[in-house]
């Protein structure tokens, strides 16, 4: 299945821009397929764990279930818009304020 994909992906690449692929894309494809058959199983699985958990917990506790993942999800939405970004940028700039402060604090005692 890994190979269809890959060989799938390589062919529509291959279509549209003309030219054979080189060595670096082609690994990328290679993992890129890894990453497309990792969703499917995921979604595969999502899909059977909903199933079975509405039938296993009945509709008030299900209901209760799916508005806390909900609520989750809603909160990857903020993700996927960069605030993970800003959050590491932010404590990599107040490390080094704190680094930078360090330094200065030791070179004035040495004096």
Not at 84 to 95: G, M
Request: glycine content about 6%; overall charge positive.
């Amino acid at each position: 299945m890994k190979n269809l994909v890959e060989k799938t992906i390589i062919n529509i690449q291959e279509r549209i821009f003309w030219e054979r692929i080189t060595p670096s894309v082609e690994l990328f494809i290679k993992n890129l397929s890894y990453v497309v058959i990792g969703y499917g199983v995921v979604a595969f699985s999502v899909f059977v764990f909903q199933i079975l958990g509405g039938r296993m917990l009945g509709p008030i506790e299900y209901g209760k279930y799916v508005l806390i993942d909900s609520l989750s999800l809603f909160s990857y939405f903020f993700m996927l818009l960069g605030i993970n970004t800003a959050v590491e940028k932010c404590i990599k700039h107040s490390i080094c304020q704190k680094r930078n402060l360090m330094e200065a604090r030791d070179k004035n005692f040495r004096l």
